[in-house]
């Protein structure tokens, strides 16, 4: 089974600009959560959904935004970039909906904001 | 979710058992333990879960102690490959999928 992807991989984008992040899941897995990680707050949940409804959300601006498609493929969107918005975007997937669950993640996307 | 607390660093020779210890004092009987490790660069990896009894897979051992307030992670023969940080977490069974992320523990394998 292929593992979960990311798309792209880096981005460099201008303060003010907005960005669109996609991940795609593994084949089977209904929910999709995603991550922020930087050096100096680590790995901070943002979002994660599952069959297109967002069930939780992080302590994110409304500035960070996600949706969730009918073939579980899942984006999230950046509007107005600052610079702090540079981290590691890490998108996971899970097959399970309760019980202990492992979530899979994929590599990332590198976003650079100058 | 309840806190975890994880000594920032370890290391382990390369072939010895790294053991690394994870406090979560305030556990809930409705929360899981899992552990998650980060190879420089890449995505956290899932490793291994438990509730209330010890587990093993193909990757490591999870020993939870009794009145389940830490438990400990065991790699049994470490390898270089195995350096990495390595995460603690605490999160409950139903609901929504969230993983609370703490500092963790970066273990170096030496050889």
């Known amino acids: 089974k292929a593992g979960v992807t990311q798309t792209p991989r880096y981005l460099i984008k201008t303060r003010g600009q907005q960005v669109t992040l996609s991940c795609s899941p593994i084949?089977?897995?209904?929910?999709v959560s995603w991550y922020q990680q930087t050096p100096g707050q680590g790995l901070q949940f943002l979002f994660e959904?599952?069959?297109?409804?967002?069930?939780n959300k992080g302590n994110f601006p409304g500035r960070f935004s996600g949706r969730q498609f009918s073939n579980s493929r899942s984006e999230m969107n950046v509007s107005t970039l600052e610079l702090g918005d540079s981290a590691l975007y890490l998108c996971?997937?899970?097959?399970?909906?309760?019980?202990?669950?492992?979530?899979?993640f994929g590599p990332g996307t590198r976003l650079t904001v100058t | 979710d309840a806190k975890t607390t994880q000594p920032p660093s370890m290391d382990c020779a390369e072939g010895r058992a790294a053991n690394l210890p994870c406090n979560h004092s305030?556990?809930?009987?409705?929360?899981?333990v899992y552990w998650y490790r980060q190879i420089h660069s890449q995505g956290p990896q899932y490793i291994i879960h438990?509730?209330?009894n010890n587990e093993t897979n193909e990757m490591a051992s999870l020993i939870i102690t009794e009145d389940r307030k830490s438990s400990t992670l065991i790699l049994p023969h470490a390898t270089l490959r195995d350096t990495a940080v390595y995460y603690c977490?605490?999160?409950?069974?139903?609901?929504?999928?969230?993983?609370?992320f703490g500092q963790g523990t970066r273990l170096t394998i030496n050889p």
């Open positions: 996971a997937s899970s097959l399970t909906t309760s019980g202990a669950y492992e979530q899979y």
């Open positions: 084949s089977g897995h209904r929910s």
């Open positions: 959904y599952f069959s297109e409804t967002q069930r």
């Open positions: 305030t556990i809930s009987g409705n929360e899981y």
């Open positions: 438990g509730l209330k």
């Open positions: 977490i605490v999160s409950q069974i139903q609901g929504a999928q969230k993983l609370v």
